[in-house]
């Protein structure tokens, strides 16, 4: 891995726009980035990249996301972040690793919201984050940012509450429980001491075990993203939730991160440190 890279300064960066690129950009959420830039009047979509294999290599990426053509053709080489300012990785687990590489040969800013990451890529990431100004994230959403935050002080104050974690989602999602309801176990963990690993309970039987967090899945149907944390104490609960009913916005404060992220030093930040 190198140094960070300064940005040539191409037309759109002369412009003022914020070159990005879209890695797994023929997915769900790729085809929601590429909308959601062009809501916008400071980033400008530079390259559109998916696996090798891909069936849509060459099609137009704004044409795949239903925006209309953008004359940025799918590709699948990442010497195309050369032309970048910011890189945004919405692909799949397996290939977190050589995307996190790329951008970190490149010199450039990354957000990883792919879920689901492989065992042992948490020690990547630290080496990465000493070369480039690096966010994961789980979850983009600036209202369950919120959300986690909220989740870290309640779960600190009502120590002595269960605490369980619900969360939906549309039936073709891979990973249970999600991202996001592992973030939200976390927070609720690290405010009491614990660490997650070693008291949360998927599947179970019998009576709760004290001091576990619980995780209840629901996948079905085109389910956009619902999570609820209970705190349940003896004769009342506090019930924390977020219902997102558009990908839009995952999409949305995807490109604020990164826009922020973009002038940041080398380091490995995360979506609440945009908002605190």
Request: glycine share 12%; charged share 20%; aromatic share 2%.
């Amino acid at each position: 891995m190198s140094a960070r890279r300064e940005p040539a300064a191409g037309p759109a960066r002369r412009a003022g726009l914020l070159r990005v690129a879209v890695i797994g950009a023929t997915g769900r959420m790729g085809r929601a980035l590429v909308r959601a830039a062009l809501e916008r009047t400071d980033v400008v979509i530079a390259a559109a990249l998916t696996h090798p294999g891909s069936a849509h290599l060459g099609h137009d990426a704004g044409e795949l996301a239903g925006a209309g053509a953008l004359g940025i053709p799918v590709a699948s080489d990442p010497a195309l972040l050369a032309r970048c300012d910011v890189a945004l990785d919405f692909s799949h687990s397996p290939a977190a690793a050589a995307n996190l590489a790329a951008c970190c040969a490149a010199g450039l800013p990354l957000l990883i919201g792919t879920t689901g990451l492989p065992a042992g890529f948490a020690a990547d990431i630290e080496r990465a984050a000493r070369h480039i100004p690096l966010l994961v994230a789980a979850n983009t959403s600036l209202g369950v940012t919120l959300l986690v935050e909220l989740v870290r002080q309640a779960a600190q104050a009502l120590a002595r509450f269960d605490a369980e974690i619900l969360e939906a989602h549309h039936r073709g999602k891979k990973d249970a429980p999600s991202g996001t309801a592992l973030a939200l176990g976390r927070a609720v963990a690290q405010a009491r001491g614990q660490v997650l690993e070693e008291v949360m309970a998927v599947e179970r039987t019998g009576v709760r075990r004290e001091g576990d967090i619980g995780f209840g899945v629901v996948r079905g149907g085109d389910i956009v993203g619902e999570h609820t944390v209970i705190f349940a104490g003896t004769g009342e609960q506090l019930a924390l939730s977020h219902r997102a009913t558009d990908r839009q916005v995952f999409a949305r404060g995807a490109l604020q991160a990164v826009t922020w992220l973009a002038d940041k030093p080398p380091g490995h930040y995360a979506m609440r440190d945009i908002i605190l």
